[in-house]
C-alpha cells in the first residue's frame, strides 16, 4: 500500500509549538503567511519585524531571519530594513493594539512614503497578552479589563477603521480587510495575504492585510462562539473587501 | 585632502561617511540640524541613504532596523529629541545592535532653550532608558577631535556590537574650525554573522530580539551584558591632561567647557597658581586612572559644567573623600566665562583675584 502525503506542515514556520491559546487565530494566520512565503518560494529572501503584544513570540514560529521591534514601532524597523535591503521581502506582523494604538504613527507614516513593505494587522478588539484591555479597535459597548461597563463613546470616542484610513493615503498600493471566521473566508485570507507579498515583489509600495481574528479568552467565549462573534459584531463593523488596489482588478 | 573650514555639526556628518556609514535617519532639531541637511545632500553621492523620519521614535527605529542588517548607521538629535530615542537605544542595548547616536544637547529641562547646554550628562552616562546598562559616551572639544572621534565611534559600536553615543554642546555644533580628513587605513568592520539579511545560504533564521521570559536565562544575557561593558571600561577610556603633574588644584571639564577652562587655566598659572585639568573625553567609560595618580597629593578638584552639577558625582566617585571637590557651573545655555572660572581658580586656590 502506498501513502501519499495529503497536508502537511508549511516549511514557512519553525517546528516550536505555538504558545497562542485555544481558538485563537494567530496560528492559522501564521500558517498562511508562511505557506505564501513558501509558495512564492521566498522564504530565504524575507526578513520578519515581530512586534509587542501576542504575537511577540512570533520571530520563533517564522521560518526566516526575525526582528523584533519596540511596541508599535515594527513598520520603523521594517523600514530600516528594507531600505538598506530593497532586493529582500520584508514584512511586519502585528496587533491592533500594537498598529492602531501606539503604532498608528509609524504605520500611517511608513504608507505615505510607500514603503514598498507588507504589513500582517491582526485585529481582534482587545489587547490580549496584557489581559484584555480595550484597543482602539474595540466595538462600541464591548466590556474589556479597562470598559467594565462596556465601550462608552462618550468616554472612549469611537472604533478607528483602519484599512478605511489607511487607503486615503495614496502610498498604499493593497489594502485589503479580510477574517478568519470560516474555511472561505481562511481562504480568502491567504489569498489576501498572497496579493500583499505579490504587491511588494512588483516594487508597487505599501501593502497592508487586516484580519479580523479572535481573542476566546479575554472576549470570555469558547473557540465557536469566537468565531460567530466576529462574524456577527466584527464583520458589520469592519466591513471586508479591497480598500486599495493601485493595480486595478481584482 | 588639505584643511577645510566647517561647521561642527558637518564636521559630525562628513567624518561619519569616512568611518563608513551610510545609511541616517534623523529628524529636525535645533541645534544639531545642520548635520541632518548635510547628510540629505551628501549620503546619495556616496550611494548611502538618508531618510528624515516622521519622528525621533521612528528615527531611531529605523536606526535598529538598518542595524539589524549589519551596516554602519548613524541618527542624531538635540536633547527634547534625544529623550524621545531612549525606548530605542535601550532596545539597541537589550538586542546587542551597533550604532552612533550623536547628542548635539541644548538647554532644558523641557523645551528648554537652544543654546548650549551639557546637561544630559546623567541621561548618556547613567544608561538613559531602562534596563541596567552603560552605553560608550564619546565627548570631542575640537572640530578635529569630532574627525577622530567620529571614528573611533563607529569602530566601538562594531567592535562590541553596541550603540555609542557622540556628545557635543550647541556651541561645537556651531562653530567653524579648520580640520582635515583622513582615511582611517585600520578602520575595518567586523563580520556580522548575526546580521538578519535573509538566510539564503547560512542555513536557518537568525533573531535579533531583546525579548528574554525565562528570569534566569535574562540573567544570564544580562551578566554577559556587564561583561562586555567590563571589557568597554578596561578598553576604551580617553581622557587628556593637562598640566596636572605639579598640580596643587585640578579643574575637570569636558567638550567646550574644557577649552575654557584651559583658558582660565593658562591666566591662572601666570599668577603661579599651581593648577592642571582632566579633560574627560569618554564620558563613560569615566577616567578614573587621573583622579586615582593625583588625588594623594591635590588639594582639590573642581567640577566645571554648563549643567547644575552631574559629571562632579563621578569625579567625587573618583577621588574618593581623598580631596575636597567643588563646582562651578552655568546653565540654561549660558556659557561660562574663562574670567568666572579664572575667578573660581584664585577663590578655590585661596588666593587674592588682581
New interface residues.
Given amino acids: 500500500m502506498t501513502m501519499k502525503t495529503v497536508f502537511k506542515k508549511t516549511t514557512g514556520l519553525t517546528d516550536k509549538p505555538t504558545h497562542y491559546c485555544p481558538g485563537c487565530t494567530h496560528g492559522v494566520i501564521h500558517r498562511l503567511v508562511g505557506e505564501v512565503l513558501e509558495e512564492m518560494d521566498i522564504l530565504e529572501d524575507t526578513v520578519g519585524v515581530a512586534s509587542v503584544g501576542c504575537s511577540v513570540l512570533s520571530y520563533e514560529y517564522f521560518n526566516c531571519d526575525m526582528t523584533q521591534a519596540a511596541h508599535g514601532r515594527a513598520p520603523a524597523v521594517a523600514t530600516g530594513v528594507k531600505r538598506v535591503l530593497p532586493n529582500r521581502f520584508v514584512f511586519t506582523y502585528q496587533g491592533d493594539g500594537d498598529l492602531a494604538s501606539i503604532g498608528i504613527s509609524e504605520v500611517i507614516h511608513a504608507a505615505a512614503r510607500g514603503e514598498n513593505i507588507t504589513v500582517i494587522f491582526v485585529n481582534n478588539t482587545i489587547y490580549g497578552m496584557t489581559g484584555g484591555q480595550m484597543a482602539p479597535t474595540t466595538l462600541i459597548g464591548q466590556k474589556t479589563a479597562t470598559t467594565p461597563f462596556g465601550r462608552d463613546i462618550s468616554i472612549q470616542g469611537l472604533p478607528i477603521k483602519v484599512c478605511e484610513m489607511m487607503a486615503t493615503l495614496d502610498g498604499a498600493a493593497y489594502i485589503e480587510r479580510v477574517s478568519t471566521h470560516d474555511v472561505p473566508h481562511i481562504q480568502k485570507t491567504k489569498k489576501a495575504i498572497r496579493k500583499a507579498f505579490e504587491t511588494q515583489k512588483k516594487g508597487l509600495g505599501f501593502s497592508m492585510v487586516e484580519i479580523l481574528s479572535t481573542c476566546p479568552t479575554n472576549w470570555g467565549l469558547d473557540p465557536a462562539e469566537s468565531l460567530e462573534w466576529v462574524k456577527d459584531n466584527m464583520v458589520p463593523v469592519y466591513p471586508l473587501g479591497v480598500y486599495k488596489n493601485k493595480e486595478g482588478g481584482k | 585632502m588639505g584643511k577645510v573650514l566647517m561647521k561642527g555639526n558637518e564636521v559630525i556628518a562628513e567624518a561619519a561617511v569616512h568611518a563608513g556609514c551610510k ?1 541616517f ?1 534623523g529628524y529636525p532639531i535645533t541645534p544639531q540640524s545642520e548635520l541632518v541637511a548635510y547628510m540629505a545632500r551628501r549620503l546619495p553621492e556616496v550611494g548611502g ?1 538618508f ?1 528624515q ?3 525621533e ?3 531611531i ?9 549589519g ?1 554602519r ?1 548613524m541618527t542624531s538629535s538635540s536633547s527634547p529629541g534625544f529623550s524621545l530615542k531612549q ?2 537605544i535601550s ?1 539597541l542595548v537589550g ?1 546587542e545592535l551597533p550604532a552612533v547616536i550623536c547628542n548635539i544637547v541644548r538647554g532644558g529641562p523641557g523645551l528648554g532653550n537652544i543654546q548650549p547646554a551639557q546637561s544630559d550628562y546623567f541621561q548618556v552616562t547613567k544608561g538613559g532608558g531602562h534596563g541596567d546598562y552603560n552605553i560608550p559616551v564619546l565627548a570631542p572639544a575640537s572640530l578635529q577631535e569630532i574627525v577622530e572621534l567620529t571614528q573611533d565611534a563607529f569602530d566601538i559600536a562594531d567592535r562590541y556590537r553596541t550603540p555609542v553615543i557622540l556628545m557635543g554642546d550647541g556651541m561645537l555644533g556651531q562653530m567653524m574650525e579648520p580640520v582635515e580628513f583622513s582615511e582611517r587605513s585600520d578602520t575595518e568592520q567586523c563580520k556580522k554573522e548575526w546580521a ?6 547560512d542555513g536557518g ?7 528574554e521570559l525565562d528570569a534566569e536565562s535574562l540573567e544570564l544575557r544580562n551578566r554577559n551584558l556587564q561583561q562586555k561593558f567590563a571589557r568597554i571600561k578596561e578598553n576604551e577610556v580617553r581622557y587628556e591632561t593637562y598640566h596636572i603633574d605639579d598640580a596643587e588644584y585640578i579643574m575637570v571639564a569636558f567638550g567646550t567647557t574644557a577649552r575654557i577652562t584651559m583658558n582660565a587655566i593658562n591666566k591662572a598659572r601666570q599668577d603661579g597658581v599651581k593648577v592642571g585639568l582632566i579633560r574627560p573625553i569618554s564620558l563613560w567609560p569615566f577616567p578614573e586612572k587621573p583622579f586615582i595618580e593625583t588625588r594623594e597629593h591635590v588639594k582639590a578638584y573642581v567640577s566645571v559644567e554648563m549643567s547644575a552639577g552631574q559629571m562632579i558625582e563621578d569625579v567625587r566617585l573618583a577621588v574618593s573623600g581623598h580631596a575636597p571637590v567643588d563646582f562651578y557651573g552655568r546653565t540654561g545655555g549660558v556659557v561660562p566665562t574663562q574670567e568666572e572660572i579664572y575667578d573660581k581658580i584664585i577663590t578655590v586656590s585661596g588666593g587674592v583675584t588682581i
Fill in positions: 545609511y535617519f541613504l531618510l523620519a516622521e519622528s521614535i521612528a528615527a527605529n529605523m536606526v535598529y532596523g538598518a542595524a539589524s542588517t551596516v548607521v525606548e530605542g532596545y538586542s538578519t539579511t535573509g538566510t539564503r545560504g533564521p537568525k533573531i535579533i530580539t531583546s525579548l
